[in-house]
C-alpha cells in the first residue's frame, strides 16, 4: 500500500543502516522524521483532458499574466542531473517560488517532536502487538533482509514503519532527497534570495499523514511489503513519466488504481483534499505583482480533481511549457 501512495511518499533523506541501528540517537530519530514528513506530502492526482508536456512545467496564463507550475519527483539519483532545462528556465523567470509546504518549517525542533509523538505510541501499546504474528514475522524478516533491526521500532505505529521501509529501500536504489526537485529548487532559492512559501503549513501536513492510521495495521504492512517488490519498476515509470511530462501515464499505474480502488478515503484526504485546498490559493498568483514557479508532487497535475484540469475550469489557459537554453518562451 505504501508504494500505492507513492508519490506520496517520494520523499527522502539520506538514511544510513547505522541510524537504524543507533536509533535512540535524538538527532538522528529528528532527521528520520524529515523523510517521513516530506515523504508524505507528494500526492497524485489523474485523468485531465490537458495536453502532456515535454516534461512536467506548465505555465498558467490569463491575459498578459502567468505563473509556472512544475510536477516533481522529491526523490532522485544524481544520474538524473541536469534537471529539464524547463524547470530552469522557468526557475530563472520567477522571483517567487512556491512548495507544497515550508521545508525549513518541516526542520523545527518543534515539529520534529510533534512528528516524533504522532508516530510513535505514548501508551502500553507496540508494533508487535498490533500486528498479528503472521504479519509481524513477515516484516522481520524482510527488515533483516536489509539488515535492520527491528527492536529499535518497538513503539512506533504501523504506518510509520512502513514509511521507514519504504524511505530506506529508496535510498538503497539510490534515490535521495538530496537530488530530488524539491530540495534542489529550495537550496536555489535560498542561495539567491528568492521569496519562498508553501502551499500549507507543517502542521496541516502531519494531520494529512496521520489519517494513514486509519488503514488497518496488518492491511498496512502487508501492502507495502509485496508493492516493494515492485518498487525498482514503478521507480522507472515514474522518472520516464515525469520528465516527459506524461502524466496520465500514471492513471494506469497498479499502485494508483490500487490506492484509488482499495483506499478511498486516504486517496482523497492525500490527494482530492490537498488540491482542492491549493485551488484556494492559486489563482490569487495571476493577481500580484510576483512570478511564481509553483513546484507541487507530478501526481497532484492530473485527472479531474488535478491541478491542471482545476485551472482550465477556472478560466485559465494551460500550456504545456517549452524552453531551450537561449529561448525561455
Not at 87 to 109: G, M, P, R, S
Not at 170 to 178: A, F, I, P, S, T
Amino acid at each position: 500500500m505504501v508504494t500505492s501512495l507513492l508519490e506520496i511518499l517520494n520523499y527522502g533523506y539520506t538514511l544510513s543502516l547505522k541510524v537504524f541501528e543507533f536509533f535512540g540517537n535524538i538527532e538522528v530519530f529528528m532527521n528520520l522524521n524529515k523523510i517521513i514528513v516530506s515523504s508524505m506530502l507528494a500526492i497524485t492526482g489523474l485523468l485531465s483532458s490537458v495536453v502532456f508536456a515535454e516534461t512536467s512545467v506548465w505555465k498558467i496564463s490569463k491575459g498578459n499574466n502567468y505563473f509556472y507550475l512544475g510536477g516533481t519527483i522529491h526523490l532522485l539519483s544524481a544520474n538524473d542531473h541536469p534537471l529539464p532545462i524547463e524547470f530552469e528556465a522557468a526557475y530563472l523567470d520567477a522571483n517567487k517560488i512556491v512548495f507544497e509546504t515550508d521545508l525549513l518549517e518541516t526542520q523545527t525542533q518543534r515539529f520534529q517532536t510533534k512528528m516524533m509523538a504522532a508516530m510513535t505510541y505514548s501508551d502500553q501499546r507496540t508494533l508487535k502487538g498490533e500486528l498479528s504474528p503472521e504479519v509481524y514475522q513477515k516484516l522481520e524478516s524482510f527488515m533483516s533482509t536489509r539488515e535492520i533491526p527491528i527492536s529499535p521500532y518497538s513503539k512506533f505505529k504501523p504506518w510509520a514503519i512502513a514509511l521507514v521501509m519504504t524511505m530506506s529501500e529508496y535510498q538503497r536504489l539510490g534515490m535521495k532527497q538530496e537530488f530530488g526537485v524539491d530540495r534542489f529548487y529550495n537550496n536555489r532559492a535560498i542561495a539567491d534570495n528568492k521569496k519562498v512559501v508553501g502551499l500549507e503549513t507543517a502542521d496541516e501536513q502531519l494531520s494529512f499523514i496521520s489519517s494513514m492510521q486509519r488503514v488497518d495495521p496488518d492491511i498496512t504492512i502487508e501492502y507495502t511489503l509485496s508493492d516493494l517488490e515492485g518498487l525498482p519498476e514503478f521507480i522507472t515509470l515514474m522518472k520516464k513519466s515525469w520528465r516527459s511530462g506524461d502524466v496520465n501515464a500514471f492513471e494506469n499505474s497498479e499502485y494508483v488504481v490500487r490506492m484509488k480502488t482499495e483506499f478511498p478515503e486516504i486517496y482523497n484526504t492525500l490527494l482530492v483534499k490537498r488540491n482542492n485546498n491549493w485551488m484556494d490559493k492559486l489563482p490569487s498568483f495571476i493577481e500580484d505583482s510576483s512570478r511564481e514557479f509553483v513546484l507541487v508532487g507530478a501526481m497532484h497535475l492530473n485527472g479531474k480533481e488535478g491541478l491542471l484540469n482545476q485551472l482550465e475550469l477556472e478560466g485559465f489557459e494551460v500550456k504545456p511549457y517549452q524552453a531551450t537554453i537561449n529561448n525561455k518562451e
